[in-house]
């Protein structure tokens, strides 16, 4: 009475849900909804039309014999019957499909080989990949007292056994009775010739000698996972009653297999990540059969979800945990609006120590990196817009005469960040279009230092001696080497948003520039570089001018020397302009002994 009860209302809850929900895809991700999930079991056989290899009265219409009754004891056979089969003729036709139809909307239709056959095979072939539970079949003749059913994952090229069955499975496969060793591959359990008709086979691929906890672990699929099923009829056996009866009917009128109904259950196969399956390709479509396309969750896609939705792979695709319900979602790639698809790589993933693997794929809007953050070579962020904005890189816009190609990257026309040029030497600005202060004459060759230790005029060259009291910053002793590091773009910033077309001084505004050390190599590396002048100097002072800095030196060695005398002597020297990337900052060490050029 308990047991009929609680049966009653789990009935009850299955109807409540099934009418009460209007938006059936809404239910739908509601069980997928943070867990594992799966299409549910059906007959995979509904729809589909099994291959035999013949029918009976195929080529003329045959006359066959039975024995109408179920037998359960050999003692009461009851007389058998004659009657003929044409496939010409519908009512007597005995067709494969007859096995696959509705049990219920078609009872007793069966599928009837041709007679005299001793080798048969029943073939079910799938258009995908599905999850095969267990078969039932129930036959119309006598069971076969040989039989194999076999399954393939790769259409039909390859098959392996499921099950032999045999009335002497040592006699005919040479293999052990389960009946005697449990999970043996061979049974004697189906192949009794009683009862002559209405025989049942039954076998499921999840039996308890093979437990699996996670139904889409590597070891359910490869148990579970079919494309194609086939029974193979290899011996027949007469009803007993044929021999006690003395039956007046020749013995080659009963000489056939005959089958019911073949019952294949299983379900559409996703990889945890689906509830619902859709018509695949030239499938049936018959509203019963069970389809093969998986309705995708968890941001997965593919036929059977088994890979990431286009735009998530920051993670390695994995299925969903059965036995944990853990659903292991694909995970979204950041891409700033800039892609519409990635892929997940590897060395990424390690890199990030498998945090996130990502890689946006075509990066659009002149945008570049792993998840689109910065600017492609030749653009340059625009502060004032969004990362995520379709407007967020400006094209550099440089001065042809004055600029060069970036010294980090050759292909950067300017800094992808500030969009701050990079300029000949000697020249300065944002854009390089005018002479440093302290040099001269723009033009291909950038400008050239005025021959005086304080400015001069930037056409003429003329000195100029209005600098004498201008105040001058000390260059700290022992400070870094300075320049602009290439920092790893970080979109979240608007840094740097000066305007200004002066270039800044480290000194002055050391919250706007980023220095880095860099060591002076081996004097003969300048000898052999393009400078005019290359000599070894003890640095006496060093002064901060704002855009550039005076060196005061005492000059040691002169290794290379151009068109200006230059005597061993104190001297006033006024390196290579750094305003090319916005920042001015003094380069030497002051107080060591230093090359420079
Ligand atoms: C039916 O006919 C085909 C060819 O016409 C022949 O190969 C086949 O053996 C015949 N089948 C039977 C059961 O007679
Ligand atoms: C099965 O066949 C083997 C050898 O052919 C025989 O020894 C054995 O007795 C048979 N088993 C049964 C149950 O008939
Ligand atoms: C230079 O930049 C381009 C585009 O931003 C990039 O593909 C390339 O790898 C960079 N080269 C180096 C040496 O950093
Ligand atoms: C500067 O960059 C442009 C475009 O990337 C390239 O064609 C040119 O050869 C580069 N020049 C130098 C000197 O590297
Ligand atoms: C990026 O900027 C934010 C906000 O200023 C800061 O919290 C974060 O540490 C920065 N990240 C990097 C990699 O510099
Ligand atoms: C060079 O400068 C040093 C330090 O300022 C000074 O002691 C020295 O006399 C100067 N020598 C010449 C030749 O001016
Ligand atoms: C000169 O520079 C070297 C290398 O950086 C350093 O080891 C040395 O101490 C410096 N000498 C003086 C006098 O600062
Ligand atoms: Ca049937």
């Not at 997928?32 to 219409?61: E, F, K, Y």
């Not at 072939?125 to 599905?130: G, P």
């Amino acid at each position: 009475m308990q047991n009929k009860g609680i049966t009653f209302i789990v009935f009850l809850e299955w109807i409540v849900t099934v009418h009460t929900d209007s938006d059936s895809a809404k239910f739908q991700r509601l069980r997928c909804d943070g867990h594992s999930c799966n299409p549910p079991v059906g007959n995979l056989a509904i729809g589909r039309t099994p291959v035999t290899l013949t029918a009976c009265g195929q080529n003329v219409s045959e006359l066959y014999c039975f024995y109408p009754e179920v037998q359960r004891t050999p003692i009461s056979c009851s007389q058998s019957q004659c009657t003929k089969c044409s496939l010409n003729q519908p009512e007597n036709s005995h067709l494969p499909s007859h096995m696959t139809d509705d049990v219920f909307s078609s009872p007793g239709t069966w599928w009837q080989s041709a007679q005299g056959v001793l080798r048969e095979e029943i073939r079910l072939d799938f258009e995908t990949e599905f999850y095969f539970t267990h078969v039932i079949m129930v036959f119309r003749s006598p069971r076969p007292a040989a039989m194999v059913l076999e399954r393939s994952l790769d259409h039909g090229k390859t098959w392996r056994a499921y099950k032999y069955f045999a009335t002497n499975c040592t006699a005919t496969f040479g293999l052990q009775d389960d009946l005697n060793e449990e999970g043996s591959l061979c049974t004697s359990r189906y192949s009794d010739p009683w009862p002559c008709t209405k025989g049942e086979v039954i076998f499921r691929a999840l039996n308890p000698t093979n437990r699996i906890e996670d139904p889409y672990s590597p070891q359910a699929q490869a148990l579970m996972k079919i494309t194609n099923l086939r029974l193979l009829l290899l011996k027949r056996q007469d009803c007993p009653c044929q021999a006690a009866s003395g039956s007046q009917e020749k013995p080659q009128r009963f000489a056939y297999y005959a089958i019911y109904d073949l019952i294949v259950r299983g379900s559409c196969f996703c990889n945890g990540h689906a509830e619902e399956c859709e018509q695949a390709g030239s499938a049936p479509g018959s509203e019963a059969a069970v389809h093969g396309n998986c309705v995708c969750q968890h941001n997965t896609a593919g036929r059977h979800c088994e890979k990431c939705a286009p735009m998530y792979n920051d993670l390695p695709w994995r299925p969903g945990d059965g036995k944990t319900g853990a659903p292991n979602e694909c995970r979204r790639c950041r891409c700033h609006n800039h892609a519409v698809s990635c892929r997940f790589d590897h060395n990424v993933w390690l890199s990030s120590g498998k945090k996130s693997g990502g890689v946006c794929e075509n990066c659009q809007h002149n945008t570049d990196g792993h998840r689109c953050q910065r600017c492609r070579a030749g653009y340059h962020r625009d502060p004032t817009e969004a990362i995520s904005s379709p407007l967020a890189c400006k094209e550099c816009s440089c001065n042809a005469v004055g600029s060069v190609n970036g010294t980090l990257n050759r292909s950067w026309k300017c800094h992808p960040k500030t969009g701050f040029c990079y300029c000949k030497p000697g020249v300065a600005g944002p854009y390089c279009h005018h002479c440093l202060r302290g040099y001269w004459g723009f033009g291909e060759n950038g400008c050239r230092p005025c021959d005086c230790a304080g400015d001069c005029d930037p056409d003429t060259g003329e000195c100029r001696n209005s600098n004498n009291n201008e105040q001058y910053l000390n260059v700290p002793i022992g400070g870094r080497i300075p320049d602009i590091i290439d920092s790893p773009a970080n979109e979240s910033e608007d840094d740097w948003k000066w305007t200004s077309e002066q270039g800044f001084s480290a000194l002055r505004h050391p919250e706007k520039c980023v220095c880095k050390e860099r060591m002076l190599r081996s004097i003969t590396d300048f000898c052999q570089m393009k400078y005019a002048y290359v000599i070894k100097a003890r640095i006496l002072s060093a002064h901060d001018k704002g855009t550039h800095a005076e060196v005061v030196v005492k000059v040691r060695k002169i290794l290379k020397s151009g068109k200006v005398k230059i005597g061993r002597n104190n001297r006033s020297i006024y390196p290579e302009s750094w305003t090319n990337r916005g920042c001015t900052c003094p380069i030497l060490n002051p107080g060591n002994d230093s090359s420079h050029h």
